[in-house]
């Protein structure tokens, strides 16, 4: 079992739709990281998190630390959001473990 | 502020041939990851520098990768000699400090081994 899952493994939408993806972690954690990866293979960190929610534009990202689960929204989803979206746990021990990530299509 | 600048974007190599990537952090940043990415995996890490000293390289495998970040600054990963399994997206990192702190990557280099 992988310290960090996430689900879905793979989501079509609809523009405007809006999107929940979920992290669930067993590790003891500092912090937690959403970060896109673009097809050309650069991660860009979308948010760093480690109680509460966060909120960047039609991004919004949420934990709670006693269940050990996150979760990432989109909201009015667009086209260009299709991406894959990466959960990574800021383990105790300063190494960050990621999940396998979320892929996203987006269609018009 | 410039980020992480990762070079070659993209390398198609032989099997059993050397491939070096390079990997400029954003400046002051002290710590300095090296991760791989296999296709539909998220990444792993290689090697953690603080500063000029490796401070966990206990994933790399050291028969045929080496690295380096001599001056603290810019880092160099090798593969020597490349083989079918190094086909991956090799990710810089780099972040102002530890203990929890945000990590900016770059975009990646990627390998193809043939």
């Known amino acids: 079992k992988n310290e960090v899952e996430q689900s879905p493994q793979n989501l079509t939408a609809q523009e405007g739709e809006f999107i929940t993806i979920n992290c669930s972690y067993s590790?003891?954690?500092?912090?937690l990281h959403w970060l896109q990866q673009h097809p050309g293979g650069g991660i860009v960190s979308l948010f760093m998190l480690s109680s509460g929610k966060k909120k960047h534009g039609r991004l919004i990202a949420t934990i709670n630390i006693q269940e050990k689960h996150s979760s990432l929204h989109i909201t009015a989803s667009h086209p260009r959001d299709s991406a894959v979206y990466i959960c990574?746990?800021?383990?105790?021990?300063?190494?960050?473990?990621f999940g396998t990530g979320t892929r996203l299509q987006v269609f018009p | 502020e410039a980020g992480v600048v990762q070079s070659p974007r993209y390398k198609i190599i032989e099997k059993k041939q050397p491939v070096a990537f390079w990997c400029n952090p954003i400046s002051g940043h002290n710590t300095l990851y090296w991760y791989r990415q296999n296709l539909g995996q998220g990444p792993e890490l290689l090697i953690r520098y603080e500063n000029e000293e490796a401070v966990d390289d206990s994933q790399l495998p050291k028969d045929r990768f080496s690295a380096e970040r001599l001056k603290g600054v810019d880092s160099t990963l090798k593969i020597q000699p490349a083989e079918l399994g190094d086909s991956a997206v090799y990710l810089c990192?780099?972040?102002?400090?530890?203990?929890?702190?945000?990590?900016?990557f770059g975009p990646g280099t990627r390998l193809t081994v043939t």
């Open positions: 990192a780099s972040s102002p400090g530890t203990g929890g702190r945000e990590q900016y």
């Open positions: 990574a746990a800021h383990h105790n021990t300063d190494k960050l473990i």
């Open positions: 590790v003891g954690i500092s912090a």
